[in-house]
């Protein structure tokens, strides 16, 4: 191997090194904390809203039509708007950890076969240790609280605005649609983004084991 080789390779290992490192430190850190901003927001509309509507009698019937509105308006737009910006953030992050991966594979390759033997194989081995598509349950999660938090705040119109009564199930009805149609929307682009890149790389991985 010429000096001209060897400079080649070094860069491939920097290159290498350093994204090995990112991908199994930095991200799965960053992801941990959407799930923690995510939840700590909920708890603390959770909480809010248990303190506004004890102050108001909660089982007297006194509470403020404009505070039980203004809640009511929290849990059924702005908490399932969030969760759903977060969860696409979240899948932003894990669809960057598997181009991550796929490109680290293909350096291990390249490495491999300028010296003819296996000296790098994390990607492979970890693929075959760990538990394939965990992300589904994450996104389970995010989903859930959207559904939850938009149906408990349909809950509070219709246990303290009695105009709603009449139209609760028809309102219902619509946020159930709206969300298994988010979810199926979900489901189409995690698919596409993140479930073909990882598929591909475990079809590399199989492909060099035989």
Not at 142 to 151: A, D, I
Not at 183 to 209: G, M, P, Q
Request: aromatic residues 16%; glycine residues 4%.
């Amino acid at each position: 191997m010429d000096e001209k080789e060897k400079e080649k390779l070094e860069i491939i290992m920097k290159d290498y090194e350093i994204l090995k490192t990112y991908s199994t430190s930095a991200f799965p850190s960053i992801r941990y904390n959407l799930i923690y901003i995510a939840l700590a927001t909920v708890g603390v509309v959770v909480s809010g809203t248990i303190v506004a509507l004890s102050n108001g009698n909660l089982f007297n019937g006194n509470q403020s039509s404009l505070i039980v509105s203004l809640l009511s308006v929290v849990w059924i737009f702005f908490i399932p708007s969030f969760i759903s910006a977060m969860l696409f953030v979240w899948i932003g992050e894990e669809e960057r950890m598997m181009r991550i991966g796929m490109y680290c594979q293909a350096l291990e390759s390249k490495i491999n076969k300028t010296f003819e033997e296996e000296i790098l194989n994390w990607e492979n081995f970890k693929r075959k240790k760990s538990i394939k598509y965990i992300e589904i349950s994450i996104i389970y999660i995010f989903l859930l609280l959207s559904l939850s938090s938009s149906l408990f705040g349909l809950y509070l119109m219709y246990r303290f605005n009695y105009f709603i009564r009449n139209f609760f199930l028809v309102a219902v009805l619509i946020d159930l649609f709206i969300h298994f149609l988010f979810a199926i929307l979900t489901y189409l682009f995690v698919k596409k983004r993140i479930v073909s890149i990882e598929e591909k790389i475990n079809n590399n991985s199989s492909c060099k084991d035989k």
